[in-house]
Nanobody, 115 residues
Framework: QVQLEESGGGLVQPGGSLRLSCAAS????????YAWYRQAPGKQRELVAR???????NYADSVKGRFTISRDNTKNTVYLQMNSLKPEDTAVYYC?????????WGQGTQVTVSS
């Protein structure tokens, strides 16, 4: 069992930055792959970024060059640095942990990009 707690969301103006954090507890942090997903009102949940190890990452085309996912195995935390934010980035952002058939979700954190 893994518990995931997101933080760092909020209201930011277009062009601004936010850093989301996902603190994991309850199991061996390093064995899991982690990802950030988002869900905007009326839309399906979509993958934003995934980190499989400290080196292997992938991103949705819409965030490439603007967002960076990272993990700190010493702090059991995954981060999503979001720069050059756009109104279309507005969504609830969810942290995800996956290891084989095991998959866990956080409760989500709201990100609103608006002037």
């Amino acid at each position: 069992q893994v518990q995931l707690e997101e933080s760092g969301g909020g209201l930011v103006q277009p062009g601004g930055s936010l850093r989301l954090s996902c603190a994991a507890s309850g199991s061996i942090f390093s064995r899991y792959a982690y990802a950030w997903y988002r869900q905007a009102p009326g839309k399906q949940r979509e993958l934003v970024a995934r980190i499989i190890s400290g080196v292997i990452t992938n991103y949705a085309d819409s965030v490439k060059g603007r967002f960076t996912i990272s993990r700190d195995n010493t702090k059991n935390t995954v981060y999503l640095q979001m720069n050059s934010l756009k109104p279309e980035d507005t969504a609830v952002y969810y942290c995800n942990a996956k290891w084989g058939p095991l998959e866990y979700w956080g409760q989500g954190t709201q990100v609103t990009v608006s002037s």
